[in-house]
């Protein structure tokens, strides 16, 4: 194995490791602040506070948002070019606040509803498109816009299954919340492409 592709690995080694860490970490925090104020404010008592936290899914959400975090300052040390880092700040938010809605509220339907589970491949078309572009500007750009396309396939889904004729739903409900994330993640890909051009107009490193 050669020096760049071992320098590679241990990277992202360094890079999953501080993810864990900090996702455990929020997740801790959330899980245990949850849980005092249900014992506080609830009169639950201790025990049964710390329980319901954690089947209600509070330590799971702050692991989420620990690893969000951990994501974001990662990347920012790569550069400081403020576009990149305002198109890692919209794209992390948006897969953030789509995670906590299908888990907490539903989008599609009602809490727990099956078909939130096709948000799961829209955020894998992102991830595996930000792997594949080495989280180069470029390519970031490409892999967000692929990701608003994989939302939109998802509405598209989402009306032939009927999900508009739930009591708790309708067309534009629909339309209108899922368009909020796609505009988020067209956004940011637009401003990925325009940190790419930014660093080449200034020499930068390469973008593609």
Do not use: C
């Amino acid at each position: 194995m050669d020096t760049a592709a071992e320098a590679s690995i241990i990277r992202l080694m360094r890079f999953v490791r501080g993810v864990v860490a900090l996702g455990l970490a929020f997740a801790a925090g959330v899980g245990g602040v949850v849980a005092l104020l249900k014992w506080l404010v609830g009169g639950s008592d201790l025990g049964s506070a710390m329980t319901e936290a954690v089947f209600q899914g509070w330590p799971f959400l702050g692991f989420i948002l620990g690893g969000v975090v951990a994501t974001a300052r990662a990347l920012y040390e790569t550069t400081g070019n403020i576009a990149y880092r305002a198109a890692v700040s919209v794209a992390l938010g948006a897969a953030f606040i789509l995670v906590w809605m299908s888990l907490g509220v539903g989008i599609l339907g009602s809490d727990g509803d099956p078909a939130d589970l096709m948000y799961v491949a829209v955020l894998a078309v992102g991830m595996i498109g930000a792997i594949i572009a080495r989280f180069r500007a470029n390519g970031m750009a490409r892999a967000l816009f692929a990701t608003a396309l994989a939302h939109a396939l998802v509405v598209v889904i989402a009306l032939i299954m009927g999900k508009h004729q739930a009591e708790v739903s309708s067309v534009p409900e629909v339309v209108i919340l899922n368009g909020f994330f796609i505009v988020l993640f067209v956004g940011s890909a637009m401003l990925f492409r325009h940190a790419a051009r930014e660093q080449t107009d200034t020499g930068g490193m390469r973008a593609d």
